[in-house]
């Protein structure tokens, strides 16, 4: 639904927006030929890449101290990132798995999607 029903999505006015961003960068924006190719791009060989603002040669060339500073801190982060987001993803199973012990009936999609008022701590679930 859209957020004016109470829902989450926007609905955008595409040709509106393309026209607006045209207009800006005073250029007619070109589209993909049906061959699923840019008309800039046609003469690529299959594999080959364009890197925009720079030859292929010079892409490479010129990486700031920053960033090989922080080249071992990103690939620790893209590590963490994949745990955290392996281990949110299991939480389902897991809950399955305690719900299943326990003899509750799993929550649906149907119960109420307001949050749970405020309570004492429920009771610690026997395991």
């Known amino acids: 639904n859209l957020v004016t029903q109470g829902g989450c999505a926007i609905w955008y006015d595409e040709p509106e927006i393309v026209r607006k961003i045209e207009e800006r960068i005073s250029e007619k924006i070109s589209e993909m030929g049906k061959d699923f190719r840019h008309p800039v791009h046609k003469n690529l060989a299959p594999?080959?890449?364009?890197?925009?603002?720079?030859?292929?040669?010079?892409?490479?060339?010129?990486?700031?101290?920053?960033?090989?500073?922080?080249?071992s801190d990103v690939d620790e982060l893209l590590v963490v990132e994949?745990?955290?987001q392996d281990s949110y993803l299991s939480i389902?199973?897991?809950?399955?798995?305690?719900?299943?012990?326990?003899?509750k009936p799993?929550?649906?999609?149907?119960?109420?999607?307001?949050?749970?008022?405020?309570?004492?701590p429920a009771a610690p679930m026997g395991l």
């Open 92 to 103: 389902n199973t897991i809950v399955q798995g305690i719900m299943a012990i326990s003899g």
């Open 47 to 71: 594999g080959d890449t364009v890197v925009y603002g720079k030859t292929k040669e010079e892409a490479g060339k010129g990486m700031s101290d920053h960033i090989k500073a922080i080249l």
């Open 82 to 84: 994949k745990d955290s």
């Open 106 to 120: 799993l929550p649906t999609a149907s119960a109420s999607a307001s949050p749970p008022k405020a309570s004492a």
